[in-house]
């Protein structure tokens, strides 16, 4: 049957040699249990989800069975927790943003579901491996991104939402695909645009401001969009 921490402390003080079918906790409480209770348990499961300190400490539990566990911390404890622990949650949470480096960490652990949120450089969010970025939820770039890093980074398959300012040549900005263009928050063009082009980066729906400055032929300018 289940027994949780205390039921078992009470059965091991009145039998040493007592044997308890499922250790039944919360993560706190199966973490705070003795080396004695912990191992006189066939299987461990806890009713709540555990930090990483909380599952290293049951994981170093000798038990014959299975210890069910969730993971849920900050990124950076999760990114630092040991394989054994990482790799032996069912669903991973966590509860910061993470940086490009530690979702990479993250993302590799063998389980059922991971939870996070990328926070990062723009550079840093391009190089991602897919399953490290397409495993987010939301995506925030803290430094203003290329077209060709925009580009990589809209192509994850994260199901929340991707946030980035666009900074590039205004060729390059004229030429992104509507998907970057319109998810953009700020355009800003580090050259001279054309009236062709500024025309093109005007025609996205982004949510923020665009900046650019103009420079064409007079005829050109007469009919273009105010700098």
Known sequence: ???????ASSLLAVNAHATVET???????LAGASTAVGNSATQISATTAATVAQATAIKAFTVIGLIVYELSDTA????GASPLVGNGASNIAATTPATAAEATIISAF????HSYN???VAAALAALQAAAGGGAVNITATTAATVAQATAIDLFANYGINSYSLTDSAANLALVTDSVGHGATNITATDAATVAQATAIDAFTNTGGNSYVLADTAANLAGGPAA
């Open 118 to 120: 990328l926070t990062d």
């Open 76 to 79: 950076a404890a999760l990114a």
């Open 23 to 29: 250790l039944f906790d919360t993560a706190a409480n």
């Open 1 to 7: 049957g289940f027994s949780t921490v205390a039921q």
């Open 110 to 113: 063998f389980n059922g579901s």
